[in-house]
């Protein structure tokens, strides 16, 4: 492991869940307490929901606090697929119910269509965002940077100056039928000031060890530098 990177391993994914949502908490009552409002990035995934649900229950001035997401399926608020219904279901619960959350998918057909409406939408929330939940997928994926997805270039891509960018994937196992997405850019990452990959599984470990520079993850880790934190389970 880089020495930058803190690396941090839990016996199961009870005690993940916890010391994530105290981690989130610490960060977001630091940015609070500093300038009187903090941002909160959300990744969907099965991992992810369990700390959302720790989260809702801890107290913060949650009336301060704008949610958004890292990246999202385009599909309606109500597929099961959403990450926006995960996190109004986990997270904007309770109380975190004030928080402000700012969506991801717009009524446009395509995710291409919509790029500037939410770029537009993300821009005050990502200057930098304050507290990013991050996961990964075995093949090496994070956000919805795909590799050889329709769009990856400009997601990825250190000179764009959008926050967001349309993503279609080629149609994958760890895709489903959910080809088209919206998701955050690499220079969204490279000036958050404080990111958790959150990863299950040791083979998810193992790749992002391998440091493959064909893995999505290993830009978006060297993007991050110093500001990533990594919650490991096996």
């Given at each position: 492991?880089?020495?930058?990177?803190?690396?941090?391993t839990?016996?199961?994914?009870?005690?993940?869940?916890?010391?994530?949502?105290?981690?989130?908490?610490?960060?977001?009552?630091?940015?609070?307490?500093?300038r009187?409002k903090?941002?909160?990035i959300?990744?969907?995934?099965?991992?992810p929901?369990p700390?959302?649900?720790?989260?809702?229950?801890?107290?913060?001035?949650?009336?301060?606090?704008?949610?958004?997401?890292?990246?999202e399926?385009?599909?309606?608020?109500?597929?099961?697929?959403?990450?926006?219904?995960?996190?109004?279901?986990?997270?904007?619960?309770?109380?975190?119910?004030?928080a402000?959350?700012?969506?991801?998918?717009?009524?446009a057909?395509?995710?291409?269509?919509?790029?500037?409406?939410?770029?537009?939408?993300?821009?005050?929330?990502?200057?930098?965002?304050?507290?990013?939940?991050?996961?990964?997928?075995?093949?090496?994926?994070?956000?919805?940077?795909?590799a050889?997805?329709?769009?990856?270039?400009e997601?990825m891509?250190?000179?764009?100056?959008?926050?967001?960018?349309?993503?279609?994937?080629?149609?994958?196992?760890?895709?489903?039928d959910?080809?088209?997405?919206?998701?955050?850019?690499?220079?969204?990452?490279?000036?958050?000031?404080?990111?958790?990959?959150?990863?299950?599984?040791?083979?998810?470990?193992?790749?992002?060890?391998r440091?493959?520079?064909?893995?999505?993850?290993?830009?978006?880790?060297?993007?991050?530098?110093?500001?990533?934190?990594?919650?490991?389970?096996?």
């Open positions: 492991m880089s020495q930058t990177t803190a690396f941090h839990f016996g199961t994914p009870e005690t993940l869940h916890v010391d994530a949502a105290h981690w989130i908490e610490t960060r977001l009552a630091d940015a609070l307490a500093r009187g903090a941002s909160l959300c990744s969907g995934g099965s991992t929901g700390v959302y649900r720790e989260l809702s229950q801890i107290d913060l001035d949650w009336s301060k606090v704008s949610v958004g997401l890292a990246d399926r385009w599909v309606d608020a109500s597929d099961e697929a959403s990450n926006e219904r995960l996190v109004r279901e986990t997270l904007i619960q309770n109380k975190a119910a004030e402000a959350f700012i969506p991801m998918k717009a009524a057909t395509s995710p291409f269509d919509a790029v500037e409406e939410v770029d537009a939408l993300y821009r005050p929330i990502t200057s930098p965002v304050d507290v990013m939940v991050l996961g990964m997928g075995a093949d090496g994926h994070t956000l919805s940077w795909f050889d997805a329709k769009g990856l270039d997601a891509s250190p000179d764009t100056t959008r926050n967001v960018a349309a993503i279609e994937a080629q149609k994958l196992k760890t895709t489903g959910h080809t088209l997405r919206m998701t955050l850019t690499l220079p969204v990452v490279a000036r958050a000031r404080y990111i958790l990959l959150l990863m299950s599984g040791d083979k998810k470990r193992t790749v992002f060890e440091r493959d520079r064909s893995h999505p993850v290993t830009q978006m880790r060297r993007a991050a530098g110093d500001a990533l934190t990594i919650f490991s389970c096996s």
